[in-house]
């Protein structure tokens, strides 16, 4: 019997419309275009305005956008993994309220929590699941709203984040393509480094941890850039060279987009020629979960069938991974 392999057969996406840009953090911090530039490389990034919206109407906006360009029936979607640090709610799960608002009626959804990686952490999951045969069409959503989790008072936290969401369709095909091999790690050395401590069972919500500012992302940046650049770089090594993959046979780098010099670095470590590095950072800033795919989704129509794909991301946790896939289709 031919294996099922797990490919992803649609991609699509929702960006809020308006753009912070540096100029305007600059005028809320003291800050500048030339600092953010020079050592995070993000000109502007995407919020979503409207307080009555959240994660699920984002997430909801780029599955319908996905259904929409693949032609699939909601109907037929079995399952949805929603990745995100900010659920619309604590419960239920803000999968559940993208399958409600975006008209899947078939599919049974929850939420998967690994940060920046957890679209990677995703996108196994799923995989798993279609593997294993029973669910065949199942989607993936990274969704987040970030704006309302930093604190526009913090220059060294303020300029980092951006709010979106993308999604991708996971499918069943016996062909050799899709999800080939995954590396996932995880190591609780970094909860002291990167974390928002306010609102979950340690520290409910209070006057004290709203005067404390607990609700917002806190990060020391420097030991979280140091561990990101060595991790990231080495699973996508590990990845490469444990299936023999030749640095001019990956066609794309995929990174999760915290910092353009992470992104550099990794790059570099792994030999990878520059042009073949997928970079947004300069136009939506870090938008957690949904990195990864909204560049599979703007690159989308540059990839071919067959092309080898390394995706690579690090977040709170910490947690940090790898995928390599084989892009399964050409976009008409
Ligand atoms: O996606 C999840 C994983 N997260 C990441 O991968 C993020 C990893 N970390 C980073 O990307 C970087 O550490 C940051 C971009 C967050 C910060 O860059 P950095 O080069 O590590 O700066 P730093 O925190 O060491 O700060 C250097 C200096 C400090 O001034 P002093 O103490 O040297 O006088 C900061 O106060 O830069 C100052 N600074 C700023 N100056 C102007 C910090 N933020 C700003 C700012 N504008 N926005």
Redesign the pocket.
């Known amino acids: 019997m031919d294996k099922t392999n797990a490919v992803i057969s649609g991609v699509g996406m929702f960006l809020p419309e308006y753009r912070l840009t540096n100029e305007e953090i600059s005028k809320m911090?003291?800050?500048?275009d030339e600092?953010?530039m020079t050592?995070?490389g993000i000109k502007e990034r995407r919020i979503l305005k409207d307080k009555d919206k959240a994660s699920a109407y984002m997430g909801a906006m780029a599955v319908k956008n996905l259904l929409e360009k693949t032609g699939v029936n909601p109907d037929e979607i079995d399952m949805l993994i929603c990745a995100t640090v900010t659920p619309d709610m604590h419960f239920p799960a803000t999968g559940i309220m993208i399958c409600d608002q975006a008209g899947l009626k078939n599919a049974y959804a929850f939420d998967l929590h690994a940060?920046?990686s957890g679209f990677l952490y995703a996108l196994t999951t799923a995989t798993k699941f279609i593997q294993a045969g029973r669910e065949k069409k199942i989607i993936v959503v990274g969704a987040e709203k970030m704006s309302v989790i930093t604190d526009y008072t913090d220059?060294?936290t303020c300029?980092?984040f951006g709010d979106a969401a993308s999604a991708v369709l996971l499918t069943a095909s016996n062909e050799d393509l899709g999800i080939k091999d995954y590396i996932l790690r995880s190591d609780g050395v970094g909860v002291k480094y990167?974390n928002m401590k306010g609102g979950g069972s340690l520290n409910p919500a209070s006057h004290e941890t709203i005067d404390q500012k607990l609700h917002y992302v806190y990060?020391e940046?420097?030991p979280?850039?140091k561990y990101?650049v060595s991790h990231m770089a080495d699973v996508s090594i590990e990845i490469m060279q444990r299936n023999n993959l030749q640095p001019e046979q990956v066609a794309w780098l995929v990174p999760?987009q915290?910092?353009l010099r992470?992104i550099n670095a990794v790059a570099e470590r792994m030999e990878l020629d520059p042009a073949k590095v997928m970079i947004n950072i300069q136009r939506y800033g870090?938008t957690?979960s949904a990195t990864i795919p909204l560049c599979l989704c703007e690159w989308e129509k540059q990839l071919k069938k067959g092309d080898n794909l390394i995706l690579s991301a690090?977040?709170?946790g910490f947690t940090w991974g790898s995928i390599w896939l084989k892009w399964a289709y050409n976009t008409k």
């Open positions: 911090v003291d800050t500048s600092w953010i050592r995070i940060a920046c220059r060294k300029p980092l990167l990060q940046g420097q979280v850039f990101a999760h915290a910092n992470i870090n957690t690090f977040g709170a």
